[in-house]
Structures are given as structure tokens and as C-alpha cells.
């Protein structure tokens, strides 16, 4: 199959890998390289990254709502595109280039979770699952309807950065099998129980220790490892990266022992944290070099 593929981050590098063995990939579109590290030079994408090391031609549109990109796009004459973490909104003329349309991959049980976050979204609200959608696109946001569908069980302690791995492997198995099975059967989206990941907000990453210690721990793991909860210790911050409920109670904010920390119910052990221009840490190291006061802020 002649396939263009979209995506950018990470998460789309499985995908990319997986397709470009089975299939003749026409073109990779991804974000445009963006400035990054100290000195703020322009880096590509993983996608662009990978897509490169594979010799395959890639395309970075700013946007693809003018019509000369949409005249590049129809002129690769593709049977399909396949979608994953793209990170722009792709107009009804792309969407009916290609001959079979756009498929997207989408880390979330549809119609739950639908947008831009829907990994961290699901541990932080205490989802007992999550899975993986092959969905037809259309021109709403996650609405089109679904190909395949594959769950999976969120782990007690998992954390965004371990699903995040999972599902992308999840993804890359499940677009194989639904490009092999062609054509399938679409299924709306049933209209009760949609929800919206909406993009994580850096304003949300702030402990607060008043919580009850299961919203802690949620938020804790569900923002491991970007942008990462924290807590102020003196005037550093401490990024918590990982932790597990425990037995214990007092003050919120109340350093119990370690790094065991009472909540507004119950209490957290943060097994892992970063300090500010650190490495990521065990609890033991943290606590050889930052001297904890009674009471977190």
C-alpha cells in the first residue's frame, strides 16, 4: 500500500517503524523542527528523525489549510494516510485525498478521552483501562467513527511515561492489522460517555498536599515525566516522578518519614525525584543532599 504518514513525537516512532517494513511509505509529514536545548537551535522531530535515518521524504508544513499543500499532498496519489500524534488539524480536502482516506491512531477508548492528552488524562482520573482506537478521521475533533479497537489494563503504579511506551506499541501492532483487514466495518462512536483530555496545563502540576493521597498519587504518576508534579522544598522545586500510596495520615504536607507525605487522607511515598538541574533520583539520593522541612509547601 502507498501510505503517507503523520505524525511527530516519540509516541508516532513505532508506527513509523512498523509501516515503513510493510508498506511503501510516499511521504512523512511531521512538525517543523522547533528550537531546543541551551542554545535554543532548531531539532527535529523524532518523527523527522527516524523518517530521515530511513531515507524517506519528509515534509514539514506550517499548516496545511493553504492550497498549495493540499495540491502536494493529493499529488502523491496515496492509498491512505496514517495518522498518529500529527499535532495540526488536517482540513476536509486532505482528508479525502488519499483513495482510502485517513486513519488516525488515537491512545484512548473512544469516545473517552478524546484530544490532546488522553494518556495522562486517564491515569490522573483513576482509569482502571485505556486502549487504543484505529478510527476513519472525519472533521471533528476524534469523532469518526472506529475500525478496531484493542484495551488495557492501567497498572496500580504505572506512570504516563510506561502506558505512553505500551500503547504505542499497541498502536503500531493494531494499524498493522487493521491496514491487512481493509475494508472493515466503521462504528459510530456511540454519543454517551465522551470526554476531553484537554492539553496538560503547567498550572496543574503543583502538588497540593490537602488532597486525598489517591488524587496525589494520581497526579504524580500521570504527570511522570513531562511536565512532571512538584513540590516546593525551600525555594527549589522538586519534581516527583514517582510514588505509591501508603499507610499514614497527619498535617497535609506533613513529612511522615523519607519521603512519605501525609495527605488531606491518607499518605504518599515518592520513590523517585528530580531536582532542579538533576538527574532523576531514588528517594534515598534525594534525600542525601536536600534536607526536607516538617511540613511541604
Given at each position: 500500500m502507498k501510505i503517507i504518514f503523520m505524525g511527530t513525537p516519540d509516541f508516532s516512532v513505532p508506527v513509523l517503524e512498523v509501516l515503513s517494513q510493510q508498506h511503501e511509505i510516499v511521504a512523512v509529514y511531521c512538525q517543523p523542527p522547533r528550537p531546543a536545548g541551551r542554545g535554543k537551535a532548531d531539532r527535529p522531530s523524532p518523527v523527522q528523525a527516524?523518517?530521515?535515518?530511513?531515507?524517506?521524504?519528509?515534509?514539514?508544513?506550517?499548516?496545511?489549510?493553504?492550497?498549495?499543500?493540499?495540491?502536494?499532498?493529493?499529488?502523491?496519489?496515496?492509498?491512505?494516510?496514517?495518522?498518529?500524534?500529527?499535532?495540526?488539524?488536517?482540513?476536509?480536502?486532505?482528508?479525502?485525498?488519499?483513495?482510502?482516506?485517513?486513519?488516525?491512531?488515537?491512545?484512548?477508548?473512544?469516545?473517552?478521552?478524546?484530544?490532546?492528552?488522553?494518556?495522562?488524562?486517564?491515569?490522573?482520573?483513576?482509569?482502571?483501562?485505556?486502549?487504543?482506537?484505529i478510527m476513519q478521521m472525519e472533521a471533528g475533533l476524534d469523532t469518526g467513527p472506529i475500525l478496531l479497537c484493542e484495551s488495557?489494563?492501567?497498572?496500580?503504579?504505572?506512570?504516563?511515561?510506561?502506558?505512553?511506551?505500551?500503547?504505542?506499541?499497541?498502536?503500531a501492532r493494531l494499524i498493522c492489522d487493521a491496514l491487512n483487514r481493509l475494508p472493515l466495518v466503521a462504528?459510530?462512536?456511540?454519543?454517551?460517555?465522551?470526554?476531553y483530555a484537554?492539553?496538560?496545563?503547567?498550572?496543574?502540576?503543583?502538588?497540593?498536599?490537602?488532597?486525598?493521597?489517591?488524587?496525589?498519587?494520581?497526579?504524580?504518576?500521570?504527570?511522570?515525566?513531562?511536565?512532571g508534579a512538584w513540590c516546593a522544598v525551600g525555594p527549589e522545586r522538586l519534581k516527583l516522578l514517582r510514588s505509591r500510596l501508603v499507610d499514614g495520615g497527619g498535617q497535609p504536607g506533613q513529612v511522615l518519614h523519607g519521603l512519605t507525605i501525609a495527605c488531606g487522607a491518607g499518605a504518599v511515598e515518592i520513590t523517585h525525584a528530580q531536582?532542579?538541574?538533576?538527574?532523576?533520583?531514588?528517594?534515598?539520593?534525594?534525600?542525601?543532599?536536600?534536607?526536607?522541612p516538617a511540613v511541604l509547601a
Open positions: 527516524r523518517a530521515e535515518a530511513l531515507g524517506l521524504v519528509v515534509r514539514h508544513p506550517v499548516s496545511l489549510r493553504d492550497a498549495q499543500a493540499q495540491h502536494d499532498f493529493a499529488a502523491l496519489e496515496a492509498d491512505i494516510a496514517v495518522v498518529v500524534a500529527y499535532g495540526l488539524i488536517l482540513p476536509q480536502t486532505v482528508l479525502d485525498a488519499p483513495r482510502l482516506g485517513c486513519l488516525n491512531i488515537h491512545a484512548s477508548l473512544l469516545p473517552r478521552w478524546r484530544g490532546a492528552a488522553p494518556i495522562h488524562r486517564a491515569i490522573m482520573a483513576g482509569d482502571a483501562e485505556t486502549g487504543v482506537c488495557t489494563a492501567i497498572a496500580a503504579n504505572e506512570t504516563t511515561a510506561e502506558l505512553h511506551d505500551r500503547l504505542s506499541a499497541l498502536g462504528t459510530p462512536q456511540p454519543s454517551d460517555g465522551v470526554t484537554a492539553k496538560i496545563d503547567k498550572a496543574e502540576a503543583r502538588v497540593d498536599w490537602k488532597k486525598p493521597a489517591v488524587e496525589v498519587d494520581r497526579l504524580i504518576r500521570g504527570l511522570s515525566p513531562f511536565p531536582r532542579e538541574g538533576k538527574r532523576p533520583m531514588t528517594a534515598v539520593e534525594v534525600l542525601n543532599g536536600l534536607k526536607l
